[in-house]
């Protein structure tokens, strides 16, 4: 399984990034699929995560509001949009896909399929 992140830039605090994963060669029909984040000298953290199955999402709490994770009509790729970016934001985001998972989950350990990641960075 071969994950594909893109879409990270240089934004102006205030601005928006949409973030895309995309799986090589499959869909995430059936995957659980989440985007993590890591900034440097912390430990990656659960953003969000969307479960195929049954269309069901879940936000880490200081996600909630700015961050929509959504998938394209084809569950080809996983999107995370995120809107009114703070300096906080920079990190590199990470997505990571699991088709054994029944939840949402936003634990690192719960995942063994990682993409490379892609750098966000937000100017104040």
């Known amino acids: 399984v071969q994950l594909q992140a893109s879409g990270g830039g240089l934004v102006q605090a205030g601005g928006s990034l949409r973030l895309s994963c995309v799986g090589s060669?499959?869909?995430?029909?059936?995957?659980?699929v989440s985007w993590f984040r890591q900034a440097p000298g912390k430990e990656r953290e659960g953003v969000a995560c969307?479960?195929?199955?049954?269309?069901?999402?879940n936000y880490m709490n200081s996600a909630k509001g700015r961050f929509t994770i959504s998938n394209d009509n084809n569950k080809s790729a996983v999107i995370l949009q995120i809107n009114s970016l703070k300096p906080e934001d920079t990190a590199r985001y990470f997505c990571?896909?699991?088709?054994?998972?029944?939840?949402?989950?936003?634990?690192?350990?719960?995942?063994?399929?990682w993409g490379q990641g892609t750098q966000v960075t937000v100017s104040s």
């Open positions: 060669g499959f869909t995430f029909d059936n995957y659980v």
């Open positions: 990571a896909a699991d088709n054994v998972l029944r939840y949402c989950g936003l634990y690192t350990d719960l995942y063994d399929n």
């Open positions: 969307i479960n195929h199955r049954d269309g069901s999402t």
